[in-house]
Each structure stands twice: as structure tokens, then as C-alpha cells.
């Protein structure tokens, strides 16, 4: 068994050896495209029975379709309560709003997506949750937040108002625009 070991490590190592790449061609500015994007770090908390809370940290992206209106992923996992297992993801829409007071960058988002785990009262986990969040520019690439939302689980017993903070990092996504 070890000789066929060897044998494919040794075949596989001299294939690479042998490889050919293209050469790589200059791309043109024009040809490059430059879209923002935003990667999200946050918790959040909300009641998920009378007597009890979870906590949530996960991550949200960001894709932006216009200036202000963008789509995305998020993920939370449990963090503190007794449902350890309990996860939610699913897609995302918002959009941000003019600034106020000069600093204030507020924005209104919907999730739409999967929730449960850890025996949780979730029904079939199909949940929807409207959020209003407000961030504040640290520099050019940093932001801190806070939000307040609603969450409902469409046939679960989860109903509740969700609060979280936040941490974002603005960048820009790179692609090549084919020319053909």
C-alpha cells in the first residue's frame, strides 16, 4: 500500500513539474472593475421564548447594485443562551439612506432565510427580519453600528425585537471587464 502511495505523490509531483501557464497579458484600466462591497462582524440578541435569550455573533456581505442599494449573504451562529447548534443564514436587501446630522449613516435591510437548531421553537424555519441600522465612519474603512430590528419565524413561535452591534470593513471587489 505505501508503493502506491509513493507512486501517486511521485506522478502528480512531475505533472506539476510539467504544467504549462500561459503568459499573462497586460489588462488595460478600462478593462478593470472596481465594485464596493462591505464585510460585516457583528452580535446580536433577541428573545427566543419568555424566559429566554440567545446571543448571535456572525457576518454579513455586502454586494453593491448602486450607490446606496446593495443585496448580500449573512450567517450568525449561537454565541450565549442554552441553544448551543442553533444557526441562521439565508440572503439579504437594503439599502443606505442620505446622512444625517453630517455623520450618521443610516440604512434599512430585510433578511430573508433559514433559521434553527439546538431545539429551538422555529417551526419550519423559514424567518424574516427587518432591521434599522445606523453607523458611524471610524475612517475610510472602519465603521461601528448599531441596529434594531424585528424577527419572525413565519410558522415557529420565535416572534421578537432584535438588537445588535457591529463592525464593518469598506473595500473594493476587483474584476477584469473581456474584452472580445
Same mark, same amino acid.
Given at each position: 500500500?505505501?508503493? *502506491? ?11 506539476? *513539474?510539467?504544467?504549462? %501557464? ?12 472596481? %465594485?464596493?462591497?462591505?464585510?460585516? =462582524? ?10 429566554? /435569550? ?48 453630517? /455623520? ?13 437548531? @439546538? ?41 421578537? =425585537? %432584535?438588537?445588535?452591534?457591529? @463592525? %464593518? ?12
Amino acid at each position: 500500500m505505501t508503493w *502506491l502511495l509513493a507512486v501517486t505523490i511521485g506522478f502528480f509531483s512531475l505533472s506539476a *513539474l510539467s504544467w504549462e %501557464t500561459p503568459a499573462a497579458r497586460p489588462i488595460a484600466e478600462s478593462q478593470i472593475i472596481k %465594485t464596493p462591497s462591505e464585510i460585516l =462582524i457583528g452580535v446580536k440578541q433577541y428573545k427566543i421564548m419568555d424566559t429566554e /435569550y440567545i446571543g448571535l455573533y456572525g457576518a454579513r456581505h455586502k454586494n453593491f447594485l448602486t450607490e446606496n442599494l446593495y443585496w448580500g449573504e449573512f450567517g450568525y451562529g449561537a454565541l450565549s443562551g442554552k441553544r448551543s447548534g442553533y444557526l441562521e443564514g439565508g440572503l439579504m436587501m437594503g439599502t443606505h439612506l442620505p446622512v444625517f446630522f453630517g /455623520y450618521f449613516e443610516p440604512e434599512c435591510l430585510i433578511f430573508f432565510g433559514a433559521g434553527g437548531g @439546538g431545539s429551538a421553537p422555529q417551526g419550519g424555519g423559514l424567518l424574516v427580519n427587518p432591521v434599522f441600522a445606523v453607523s458611524m465612519p471610524i475612517n475610510e474603512r472602519f465603521e461601528i453600528g448599531a441596529e434594531v430590528g424585528y424577527i419572525h419565524f413565519i410558522n415557529g413561535d420565535i416572534s421578537s =425585537i %432584535t438588537f445588535g452591534v457591529s @463592525g %464593518t470593513l469598506n473595500f473594493l471587489e476587483l474584476g477584469v471587464r473581456h474584452e472580445n
